[in-house]
């Protein structure tokens, strides 16, 4: 049986073990909480959508093109006893994420965790790079996290609780061949994560990032196979991440377990970075 009115996590330890033991509950950690992941269809993002159903979340995720492996992601989240929508927006779109954010709250209720996951690479040498390589992967990357994250937070501010997980790269730490315009949007996040967590610390909500290191996704699949052999032997663990890895730490940030960590950038990468 679950237990359906908030999440428990306002309880005493001793007295959700007593509930649990006497009533035959099983306690879900993030129960009555509404999640919004961004680019939920596939990949790192749809990983996070499950695991925060795992934990009881409601989960409400956009997609932009993946319509149909929405709709499976959707169904498989809603297989977990919690409610899901996905929304198509594109976060670039001021508009669409007003839309996404508004629609989220009449179904769902107030949106206090987000996850700022959807991103993409348009990798190439910086001479040879075109400013339109540049600005798609900052409006993406940059401009989706500043619309989605202004539409998102006064709901957190208003319920006294949140959690902002920004999905970042390692490469924000160090830098990669090619990724001159990537590279500069992932340690921009992490400069965004440390900043905003400054600011709304007292307001109940902790700002952190993840960094994942190669991860075993669409994103991946673009990086040729000679390239990604090379990227195994240097990473001491000896392969690419899984996105349930990736989904692992963000649900740890998201939970109450992870009350006073904020501002922190956690590296996920197999330790190809230390
Ligand atoms: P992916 O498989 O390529 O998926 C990208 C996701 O972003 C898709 O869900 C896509 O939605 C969404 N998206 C892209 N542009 C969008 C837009 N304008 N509006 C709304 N959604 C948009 O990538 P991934 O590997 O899962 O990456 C997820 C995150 O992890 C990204 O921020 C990425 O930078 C980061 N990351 C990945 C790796 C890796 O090795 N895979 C490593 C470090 C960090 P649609 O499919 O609907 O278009």
Not at 78 to 88: L, P, S, Y
Not at 175 to 204: D, P, W
Not at 250 to 260: E, H, K, Q
């Amino acid at each position: 049986m679950v237990l359906t009115v908030g999440d428990g996590s306002c309880l005493p330890a001793y007295r959700r073990l007593k509930l649990k033991k006497e009533k035959g509950f099983t306690m879900k950690e993030l129960q009555g909480k509404v999640c919004l992941v961004t680019g939920g269809a596939r990949g790192i993002g749809s990983a996070i959508a499950l695991a925060m159903a795992d934990l009881g979340a409601d989960v409400v995720f956009n997609y932009q093109t993946s319509r149909e492996r929405a709709e499976e992601v959707c169904r498989s989240v809603q297989g977990k006893g919690v409610r899901c929508h996905a929304v198509a927006a594109n976060v670039t779109s001021e508009e669409d994420v007003n839309r996404l954010v508004q629609e989220t709250q009449d179904a769902l209720g107030p949106i206090s965790i987000l996850v700022n996951n959807a991103g993409i690479t348009r990798d190439r040498t910086f001479l040879k790079m075109t400013k339109a390589m540049w600005d798609e992967v900052m409006h993406v990357n940059l401009d989706g996290l500043f619309n989605v994250t202004h539409a998102a937070l006064p709901s957190m501010i208003n319920l006294g609780w949140g959690r902002i997980i920004n999905i970042s790269s390692f490469v924000g730490l160090t830098g990669n061949f090619g990724q001159t315009n990537y590279a500069a949007t992932k340690g921009g996040i992490n400069s965004f994560t440390m900043t905003l967590a400054r600011e709304v610390a007292r307001k109940g909500i902790t700002v952190n990032a993840v960094a994942p290191g190669f991860t075993d996704t669409d994103m991946a699949k673009a990086v040729p196979a000679a390239a990604l052999d090379q990227i195994k032997a240097i990473t001491p663990i000896g392969r690419l991440g899984t996105p349930e890895e990736i989904a692992h730490a963000v649900t740890f940030l998201a939970s109450p377990r992870a009350s006073y960590i904020t501002g922190h950038v956690l590296s996920v990468n197999g330790g190809i970075l230390m």
